[in-house]
């Protein structure tokens, strides 16, 4: 009887807790046709191109279709190198990448739900990731969820460039879709608390300094080799999101 009425008391402040989203920045049904997607979606990244790893991005290898994205990295030979980071770096893939087409800005008291079930590849080589990179400048990023060829999933916050929250945990099944929800918070008017859920479990909790009333870029992407190791794969490698929405909570 007390266990009964205080798990119905629980449950009746969790619910008067719980804050409602003020807006839905991207909707579910974001990859349900070409519009859909054309709404809240560019191709390639903010930047263009190349980033830090082997794949050039190119809208040839990015699928919408029924409710899902499809990026997929295809071996190429004889692209030019890209330049990132003071490197010269091998193009060995062709591959998608997609980014929001809103900035994302924590406001004070408020935040975002960024959501969305990953089918994500682990093998070497193969990069996938999902993550919030600012605007203005690198870093702060936060990486909802990154696959770094290993077969762990990573969650990541970077507050610079060396101060830097990041936690690799099994993953299981990844031919399988697995749910990622990132919940991004106004921790005390200066600094964002990250939840990070797989599946439905809360797997960790990270800080950003600084993170609010900075505006982040949005991405999906397929990057190829880099962090993940080399060689990558020799035929063409998937990554696929379902149910992608963002909520906010912004006053
Ligand atoms: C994408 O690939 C096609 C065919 O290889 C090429 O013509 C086009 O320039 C590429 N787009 C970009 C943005 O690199
Ligand atoms: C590899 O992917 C490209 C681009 O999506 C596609 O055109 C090609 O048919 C694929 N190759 C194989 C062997 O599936
Ligand atoms: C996109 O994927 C769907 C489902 O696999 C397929 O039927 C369709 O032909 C693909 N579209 C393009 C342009 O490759
Ligand atoms: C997540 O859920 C999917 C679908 O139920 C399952 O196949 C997968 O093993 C789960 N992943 C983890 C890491 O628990
Ligand atoms: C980043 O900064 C926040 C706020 O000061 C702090 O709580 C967190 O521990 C920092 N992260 C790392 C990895 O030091």
Same mark, same amino acid.
């Given at each position: ?90 193009? %060995? ?5 997609? *980014? ?9 008291? @408020?935040?975002?739900?960024?959501? @969305? ?31 770094? @060829? ?44 990250? %939840? ?10 990270? *800080? ?40 906010? *909570? %912004?006053?």
């Amino acid at each position: 009887m007390f266990y009964t009425s205080f798990i119905l008391s629980l449950a009746f402040s969790t619910a008067l807790c719980q804050k409602q989203p003020t807006a839905t920045v991207i909707p579910n049904s974001c990859f349900n046709s070409q519009a859909d997607f054309s709404a809240s979606f560019n191709d390639l990244y903010p930047w263009g191109t190349d980033h830090n790893g082997a794949a050039r991005m190119n809208a040839s290898q990015i699928n919408v279709s029924n409710g899902v994205l499809t990026l997929t990295a295809q071996p190429v030979s004889g692209q030019p190198p890209a330049h990132s980071g003071g490197q010269t770096i091998a193009i %060995n893939y062709l591959s998608g990448t997609v *980014y929001a087409k809103d900035y994302f800005t924590v406001a004070a008291g @408020g935040g975002y739900d960024f959501i @969305g079930d990953f089918q994500a590849p682990v093998e070497q080589g193969t990069w996938p990731a999902f993550w919030l990179t600012a605007v203005n400048s690198w870093p702060p990023e936060i990486d909802l969820a990154e696959w770094k @060829g290993s077969g762990l999933i990573s969650f990541n916050t970077f507050n610079t460039s060396s101060q830097v929250a990041a936690l690799n945990v099994n993953y299981l099944t990844p031919g399988s879709f697995h749910t990622i929800k990132g919940e991004v918070r106004d921790k005390n008017g200066k600094d964002v608390s990250i %939840n990070f859920y797989l599946n439905g479990t809360l797997v960790t909790t990270q *800080y950003g300094e600084g993170f609010v009333g900075a505006p982040f870029y949005l991405i999906i992407d397929l990057q190829m080799e880099g962090s993940s190791g080399s060689p990558g794969p020799t035929t063409n490698t998937t990554y696929s999101v379902q149910n992608l929405e963002v909520l906010s *909570y %912004n006053p």
